[in-house]
């Protein structure tokens, strides 16, 4: 199944920003499935009962979730495209950890 791709100005699509799904975590059934921006903006999130189904669910897939891209194309007008980080690839994704990091620069926590 494709990764869904918005480019309405025609760009290389690797030049494209990425908005990453993951799985989070959490048991069987009640799972964590999450959407972040390359630039660490939070798009929302998704209980699922397995990892298989959170491409589609968060609209990762090309052609599901149209609700979803709404938003999607709210922040990023230019285009983007989408990458579904699977639990056993999560920890070394150097994108998708980008994207974590960037999401704490947001918002600092208070030092313990």
């Known amino acids: 199944m494709p990764y869904a791709v918005f480019n309405p100005l025609y760009k290389p699509e690797a030049a494209l920003p990425v908005?990453?799904?993951?799985?989070?975590?959490?048991?069987?059934?009640?799972?964590?499935?999450?959407?972040?921006?390359?630039?660490?903006?939070p798009l929302g999130s998704h209980i699922c009962s397995?990892?298989?189904?959170?491409?589609?669910?968060?609209?990762?897939?090309?052609?599901?979730?149209?609700?979803?891209?709404?938003g999607f194309r709210?922040?990023?007008?230019?285009?983007?495209?989408?990458?579904?980080v699977g639990i056993e690839t999560r920890d070394g994704h150097a994108g998708l950890n980008a994207a974590i990091a960037a999401n704490e620069a947001l918002s600092p926590r208070e030092p313990k």
């Open 50 to 70: 397995s990892e298989g189904y959170m491409p589609h669910d968060l609209g990762c897939v090309a052609g599901s979730r149209p609700d979803r891209h709404e």
């Open 19 to 41: 908005i990453y799904g993951f799985n989070n975590g959490g048991p069987f059934g009640w799972m964590q499935a999450v959407l972040i921006a390359e630039d660490g903006t």
């Open 74 to 84: 709210a922040h990023y007008p230019g285009g983007y495209r989408m990458e579904f």
